[in-house]
Structures are given as structure tokens and as C-alpha cells.
């Protein structure tokens, strides 16, 4: 799914999302999935090939000319796994890609689970160039010591709080607040969950760096 400037519109940027469209079931939830994937030991295999194949994807596009980055999203499972950064280090090398293409996405409950060993794996990672993004943020319980803690790139905006923020100011509230707390800290933030134009215009008055959403374009396959 695309990301684009909230200014400019110009795409930046994907995120790499898995979706099944099992021949029995239908569609399998992108949450039930990744639930199954850690109760069976299967996260940390199914994190690398999505890592591998989001790589792959973005040095097409930037073979194509198309400087877009892909950002990636990790589990508890996964940012608790020490060696993930030398994962991390492989895959890139043998893409060709520098790090400064790639961008984790971890939850602010997935970092409360385990802020010493969290923190640990995820400055570790940043300092390989590699940039951090706290995703779904509004909706945890994280601390502004962990946030100052960590090495910190953005903040996504939880679709929760943009989707009525046209229409409800409490939403709206909630947004400028947080769009303020990251230009303060000199974090990108991102919004999550836009849907039309209304609020595009909206969180481009109050400078929200970039947007994510249906306005642009539902997921959609690479090619």
C-alpha cells in the first residue's frame, strides 16, 4: 500500500502487507495469519520471505526509476529476535539495496511487552540505517521515556483516530496533538486510515508529513 507527501501528493513510499485468499476459506484475516504464523514457529520464516520479497520488489521500482523506500512490519516475536539484525544486514547485501531503503514497523504494545530486550534489537537495527517506525501509534500504552529511548524515524497515526477526525474533534485533537509531538521531537508522522479528500486537506493544514490510505489506493499487488 502507498504512502505519499500529505504537500506534494507524491508516492514515497510502500508498505508491504500480506494477504491469503485461501481456495476454501476465502479471505484470511491479516491478524489471524500472523497469530498462527508465532503460535507455530512459523513467524520467523514467513518474516524473512515477506523481508526478502519486499526488497526484491523495491529494487525493481528503483531500477525503474521510481525512488520509492518499503517499510516492513516486525512482530514481538520478531524484534526479540537477536538475530535479526544479521538477517537484517544479509538480505540487504544480497539485494543490493542500502538500508536507508527499509523501514520496520513495530506496535507500541509489541515494545511495552519487553522494553529492555525491545530496545536492544531496535537500536540495533538503527544504527545498521536502518529506520523505525511506531505503528498504530495512539492506541498502546508506551511511555515518553521509551519513546525518548528509542531511535525513533515516525509515527503512524492509528486509522482509529483519522477516520472521523473530519467529523469528530475529539479525532481531530487526538491527530494535531500527535502531529505536534512529532514535530517536536523531529519525527516524520505519518496518517494512517484516509479516506478521502476532506482529511487529506485536514491533516495537510495541520503538517502531517505523509498520508496512508484508501484515498490513494486500496492494497494492491506489485505489478
Not at 538500508?99 to 506496535?107: D, K
Not at 524515524?153 to 469528530?168: P, Q, T
Amino acid at each position: 500500500q502507498a504512502k505519499a507527501d500529505t504537500r506534494t501528493g507524491r508516492i514515497t513510499g510502500m508498505e508491504a502487507l500480506v494477504r491469503w485468499n485461501h481456495p476454501r476459506r476465502g479471505f484470511v484475516p491479516p491478524e489471524e495469519i500472523i497469530h498462527v504464523a508465532e503460535q507455530t514457529g512459523l513467524i520467523r520464516p514467513l518474516t524473512l520471505f515477506v523481508l526478502a520479497q519486499a526488497l526484491r520488489q523495491c529494487r525493481s521500482w528503483r531500477r525503474a526509476g521510481f525512488d520509492y523506500d518499503i517499510a516492513v512490519n516486525l512482530s514481538l516475536r520478531n524484534i526479540l529476535d537477536a538475530e535479526l539484525p544479521n538477517d537484517v544486514l544479509r538480505l540487504l547485501d544480497d539485494v543490493g539495496l542500502p538500508s536507508s531503503a527499509l523501514t520496520f514497523e513495530i506496535t507500541e504494545s509489541s515494545i511495552m511487552a519487553d522494553p529492555v530486550r525491545t530496545e536492544a534489537v531496535v537500536s540495533r537495527l538503527r544504527s545498521m540505517g536502518v529506520s523505525i517506525a511506531i505503528d498504530d501509534f495512539g492506541t498502546g500504552y508506551s511511555s515518553f521515556s521509551h519513546l525518548k529511548r528509542l531511535p525513533v524515524d515516525e509515527l503512524k497515526i492509528d486509522k482509529s483516530f483519522v477516520l472521523h477526525m473530519a467529523v469528530d474533534e475529539s479525532d481531530a485533537t487526538i491527530v494535531r496533538t500527535i502531529v505536534d509531538l512529532g514535530r517536536n521531537l523531529g519525527i516524520h508522522v505519518v496518517a494512517e486510515g484516509v479516506e478521502d479528500l476532506d482529511t487529506w486537506e485536514k491533516l495537510g493544514a495541520i503538517g502531517c508529513d505523509a498520508i496512508q490510505g484508501y484515498v490513494l489506493s486500496k492494497p494492491l499487488g506489485a505489478l
